[in-house]
């Protein structure tokens, strides 16, 4: 009995709080529509994904060399995790995405496991000419990937 009356006592008290008024941030203000393509326009699109997905490429190759395997490991992983929140955002890239996806990126993820260097490098150009035929099925085509030889990783 006391136990319900408990229970009564808490219902009652959460019953007679005043409506909660939305809640504004600093910048992300207006109504619930203005709020959500406030934020939607902040995460951008596909852009996004490939400014991070191309510091990664770089990083994943000086790795290979440095032979910092585990390290490897974490880019393809950021990488496809990456591609694929960018796909959620436009999923009109989601076909043109497949061999990249399905194909290039397991079959370099493959070559890491293994810790196998001179596949690495194989698939790793493989990988090359699957980012860049996306670019070309996706209208971007003057956007070429070039094997960052030269590049110096601030990771051993
Ligand atoms: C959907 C297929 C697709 C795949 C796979 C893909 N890209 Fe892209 N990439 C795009 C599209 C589309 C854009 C243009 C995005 C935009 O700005 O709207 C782009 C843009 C870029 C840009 C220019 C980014 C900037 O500064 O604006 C770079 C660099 C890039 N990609 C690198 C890569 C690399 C490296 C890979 C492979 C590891 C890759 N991309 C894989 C579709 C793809």
Known sequence: MKNLLTICCIVALYACQPPQEPVQGDWITGTEEEKLEKIEDHFQGFGKAMWE??????????????????????????????????????????????????VALPELEKAIQDRDSILFFEKYEQMRVS?????????????KVKTPEFYESIVE
């Open 53 to 102: 997905v191309s510091y990664r490429y770089k990083e994943l190759y000086a790795a290979g060399k440095n032979k910092n395997w585990e390290y490897a490991e974490h880019h393809i992983e950021e990488i496809e995790e990456a591609i694929e929140l960018g796909l959620e955002r436009r999923p009109k890239h989601a076909e043109a995405s497949e061999h990249f996806l399905n």
């Open 131 to 143: 980012c860049n035929a996306c670019h070309q099925m996706r209208d971007h085509g003057f956007i």
